[in-house]
C-alpha cells in the first residue's frame, strides 16, 4: 500500500523555521512528482509547492517563494519541505502527497502535520 | 495563476436526490494536443485527507462508485453525484493541473 507519512509540524514562533519531512513507501518514490498541500484550520486547500522525480522540476506558490524550499533525498525515500520566516498566515495542516510526474492529478495523500505560527 | 472558482458553497441534497458542483476556471485548461482537459475532483470527509475521485474531467479513479460523474470541457466543469448517499456528505473541490501553480477551488459543501 502507498504511505505517506509527515512529520515536523509544531508551534513557530512569527519569522522561525520549520523543517517538514514525508517518509513515504508502497511505490517507487523515484518516479513521481511529489507535493505539498496546506489547508488553513476551517480553510480549503493551497497548494503550495512541488518537486520532479528528477529534481529538475520545482515549483511554488507565490506566497512562499523565497521563504519555503522543497527538496527531495531518493535514497530514503523522503521529501522535505523547508520553511524559513514563517508568518501567522502559514499556520495550515500540511499534507504531502505524491502525483505522476509531468501534468498528472494527485493521486495519494498523506493524513498531514499541523504548522501553528503564533507569537 | 489559473483562478478556479466552484457554486455552490453548500449544497443541501435529500437522500437519492441529485447533487450538482460546478467548476470554472479562468482560463482553458483544455490541452489542445491531448485533447485533454486537466481538470480532477476531490473528496474530502472531515479528518481526512482528500481523496482523487475523478482526474481528466470525466475518468473516474478506480473503486469510486459510478453514481459520480464528471463532465465539462475548456473552462466548464460538472461533477455529479446521481443518487446521493449518507457517505457523500463531504467537501468536493476541483484542481487544475494544466500549470503551475496547480490550484484548487474554494470547495463546495455536500450535506444531507
Known amino acids: 500500500d502507498v504511505q505517506l507519512v509527515e512529520s515536523g509540524g509544531g508551534l513557530v514562533k512569527p519569522g522561525g523555521s520549520l523543517r517538514l519531512s514525508c517518509a513515504t513507501s508502497g511505490f517507487t518514490f523515484s518516479t513521481y512528482t511529489m507535493h505539498w498541500v496546506r489547508q488553513a484550520p476551517g480553510r480549503g486547500l493551497e497548494w503550495v509547492s512541488s518537486i520532479s522525480s528528477s529534481s529538475s522540476y520545482i515549483y511554488y506558490t507565490d506566497s512562499v517563494k523565497g521563504r519555503f524550499t522543497i527538496s527531495r533525498d531518493s535514497a530514503k525515500n523522503v521529501f522535505y519541505l523547508q520553511m524559513n520566516t514563517l508568518r501567522v498566515e502559514d499556520t495550515a495542516v500540511y499534507l504531502c502527497a505524491r502525483g505522476p510526474d509531468g501534468y498528472n492529478p494527485i493521486d495519494n495523500w498523506g493524513q498531514g502535520t499541523l504548522v501553528t505560527v503564533s507569537s | 495563476d489559473i483562478v478556479m472558482t466552484q457554486s455552490p458553497d453548500f449544497l443541501a441534497v435529500s437522500l437519492g436526490e441529485r447533487a450538482t458542483i460546478n467548476c470554472k476556471s479562468s482560463?482553458?485548461?483544455?490541452?489542445?494536443?491531448?485533447?485533454?482537459?486537466?481538470l480532477a475532483w476531490y473528496q474530502q470527509k472531515p479528518g481526512q485527507p482528500p481523496k482523487l475521485l475523478i482526474s481528466?474531467?470525466?475518468i473516474r479513479e478506480s473503486g469510486v462508485p459510478d453514481r459520480f460523474s464528471g463532465s465539462g470541457s475548456g473552462a466548464i466543469f460538472t461533477l455529479t453525484i446521481s443518487s446521493l448517499q449518507a457517505e457523500d456528505v463531504a467537501l468536493y473541490y476541483c484542481?487544475?493541473?494544466?500549470?503551475?501553480?496547480?490550484?484548487f477551488g474554494p470547495g463546495t459543501k455536500v450535506d444531507i
Open positions: 482560463q482553458s485548461v483544455l490541452y489542445t494536443s491531448t485533447n485533454k482537459n486537466y
Open positions: 481528466w474531467a470525466s
Open positions: 484542481q487544475q493541473y494544466y500549470s503551475n501553480p496547480f490550484t
